[in-house]
């Protein structure tokens, strides 16, 4: 019986092909975009979890400010030069350890000026966070410990001040600082989280605390770990070490944190999660619209089709199997609208993903929740057309014109 | 009692009352009805002489207000709705005066229409849907639908949709209505030749006096009560029936 049903059902929305798709069209564009929008965002997030992955796995982040799950963060000293030399000296696992001091400041050559990031720093800092020189070259040494006034130009800013001049050997004014220009970085485009890598002045740190913070803060550190060595161990020494230089009393937290990459693709995936609730709630009220299209039509069918369901109820039909005719016939035309949204949004984020230079991935689960979810919405919003139709009397329903 | 000949119908004060008060009207004004396996009744009367309310009673879409209706011994008005669907299921067939096959379907789904409800099996569906067709001699219409089809076709392909479930009672409400003349016969014609070659009852409500003829008892319905019934040639068909002068109310 069942199975007679869904031929009969199939049957009758092959009759109306094309009101039948308009009835879907509310699912297709639901589940459609719910598809695409979780393949795309799942693509994002593999690009991020990559370049970040890029970043290397062996890099920590020093940043000033404890981190509490209930609160963030809470605003603590900055480090000093000192304390970036003892991680040098004592942390026998960091590498490189590179201080940055920055903000965001105005760039000026000329008559043309472009807001940018200003980033004191040292040499090592380029081979941390894996610039490359273009043109000219990065500090020296000497140039880094007197905090000569010099710079190294991200791409982009070179090419928001200079266009096609020449930029080496130019002097700029960033706020009160007028230094010359002796390299330009090569590109790196965007980063996972979207910003633009290319847009930053790098400077001497003492350049840059003494012209522009007015103070000999460091903001932040970056450290790479030797390879062979334990991450999560120079983390601690580092910890450590930092709580023994700012005298923080045992027991008491910390007021600075140790990041490492792990933590901070997590962070990133937190924020896609949230992002997915968000795009789950605008599937709901998409799928919610697709509901009501499909309650309205199977109502309309049922008025119509009101002399048919006389003869069935005539014929010997009990009102359960009239019930179900119907319902079947709503859940068939929501799973076909699902599957067709699948197939919709798996294209179109297929597309978009390639647009994006995103990778493709397909979550097989929400597939299956897409399916399952139209089936779903095809019960619900049968059910009511689908019980006016068991409801007829036969008697009236066949005097029906 | 489905042992035949007996009665497969049986109203014992049947009525029928719809509204209360002072709006009430008696559809059904106490009837008392008998008809037996094997005959070929047509119910008559005008159009508001209750014969259609009691075709509905008889084909147990219906059921009475007060009084027993018996069908193949069975208590209808005891039963609840989806009891009633099921003696109809086995046991009844429809011929409606509009056909009422279901439209792009082709005559043999459509004959097959009450087999499915049967649960019968995919093969024999088709096959006892092809023999009622031949039956009703379209069996070279198989996969014409009703749009494809005359409408003494379509009348036809109805009888075979009543008589494929070979139902205790076949019932058939103004099955000749909507045709020209020639065809009307060659309908009721059809109805004689399936009652005395297959044995089929039936019950035809109709208007027409010359459909009348054809059948081997005639009872006449007028406000809601049988006024006479016998052999077609006892029964006066002469003139309108609102004209006779049994009775001058209005009423159902």
């Known amino acids: 019986m069942i199975h007679l049903t869904l031929v009969m059902a199939l049957r009758q929305i092959r009759r109306n092909t094309l009101r039948s798709f308009l009835t879907m069209l509310g699912i297709v564009i639901g589940v459609g975009a719910v598809i695409a929008l979780v393949t795309i965002g799942e693509g994002a997030t593999a690009k991020v979890t990559a370049d970040i992955g890029k970043l290397g796995d062996n890099l920590l982040i020093v940043q000033p400010g404890g981190f509490r799950r209930s609160s963030g963060f809470q605003s603590a000293n900055a480090f000093t030069k000192e304390d970036v030399d003892a991680i040098r000296r004592d942390v026998p696992g960091a590498e490189k350890t590179a201080p940055t001091a920055g903000k965001q400041a105005l760039a000026v050559w000329g008559n043309r000026n472009w807001r940018t990031s200003v980033t004191g720093t040292t040499a090592e800092y380029l081979e941390i966070r894996t610039y490359t020189v273009a043109e000219g070259r990065t500090f020296t040494e000497a140039e880094s410990s007197a905090g000569q006034p010099v710079c190294v130009l991200g791409a982009t800013v070179r090419k928001e001040l ?46 840059a605390q003494r012209r522009l913070a007015g103070n000999n803060d460091v903001s932040g550190i970056y450290v790479t770990v030797a390879s062979g060595r334990s991450t999560t161990r120079v983390k601690t020494q580092i910890e450590e070490l930092l709580r023994e230089r700012r005298n923080i009393a045992a027991g008491a937290e910390d007021d600075f944190n140790v990041r490492d990459m792990a933590e901070i693709a997590q962070t990133v995936s937190s924020a896609t999660g949230a992002l997915t609730a968000l795009l789950g709630a605008i599937a709901a009220v998409s799928l919610l619209v697709g509901g009501i299209g499909i309650m309205n039509i199977m109502l309309v069918n049922v008025t119509e089709r009101t002399r048919e369901i006389g003869i069935r109820l005539a014929i010997g039909a009990m009102a359960r199997e009239v019930l179900l005719q119907f319902l079947v016939e709503a859940v068939v035309l929501s799973t076909i609208g699902g599957v067709i949204g699948i197939g919709a949004g798996l294209l179109g984020s297929w597309a978009a993903t390639r647009a994006l230079n995103v990778p493709f991935v397909v979550v097989p689960n929400i597939l299956v929740v897409a399916f399952v979810f139209s089936a779903v919405i095809g019960v619900l919003f049968g059910y009511l057309p689908a019980r006016k139709a068991a409801r007829l009397n036969p008697i009236e329903a066949l005097r029906h014109e | 009692m489905s042992a035949a000949p007996g009665p497969v119908v049986e109203f014992a004060q049947v009525f029928k009352i719809y509204g209360a008060g002072d709006t009430e009207v008696r559809a059904l004004d106490g009837v008392d009805m008998r008809i037996d396996a094997g005959e070929f009744v047509a119910i008559m009367g005008s159009s508001g002489s209750g014969k259609s309310t009691a075709m509905n009673i008889i084909g147990c879409l219906d059921a009475p207000t007060r009084g027993e209706y018996r069908f193949r011994g069975v208590d209808v008005g005891a039963l609840d709705q989806d009891q009633r669907a099921l003696l109809r299921r086995h046991y009844v067939g429809f011929v409606f005066q509009g056909y009422n096959l ?9 004959v097959e229409l009450p087999l499915v409800y049967r649960r019968v099996p995919t093969r024999e569906r088709h096959e006892q849907a092809m023999a009622a067709l031949v039956a009703v001699g379209l069996a070279d219409r198989a996969g014409h639908t009703p749009a494809e089809l005359s409408g003494g076709q379509q009348q036809r392909v109805a009888i075979a949709r009543a008589l494929v479930s070979s139902p205790s009672l076949l019932l058939a409400d103004e099955p000749t209505g909507n045709l020209d003349s020639a065809r009307k016969h060659e309908i009721v014609e059809l109805l004689v030749r399936l009652n005395r070659q297959l044995g089929i009852t039936i019950a035809m409500v109709t208007h027409e006096p010359d459909m009348g003829q054809y059948v081997s008892r005639v009872v006449m319905f007028k406000d809601g009560r049988i006024v006479d019934q016998g052999l077609p040639a006892d029964v006066s068909f002469a003139g309108p029936i609102s004209n006779r002068p049994l009775s001058q109310r209005g009423g159902a």
């Not at chain 1, 930029?167 to 979207?194: F, N, P």
Request: one cysteine or more.
């Open chain 2, 102 to 110: 279901l439209a792009r379907t082709t005559a043999l789904e459509n």
């Open chain 1, 162 to 207: 200079f266009g096609s001049d020449r930029a080496l050997g130019e002097s700029i004014r960033v706020d009160k600082l007028s230094c010359e220009v002796i390299g330009v970085l090569t590109a790196k485009g965007q980063s996972g989280m979207g910003q633009d890598q290319d847009d930053v002045v790098l400077v001497p740190l003492r350049a």
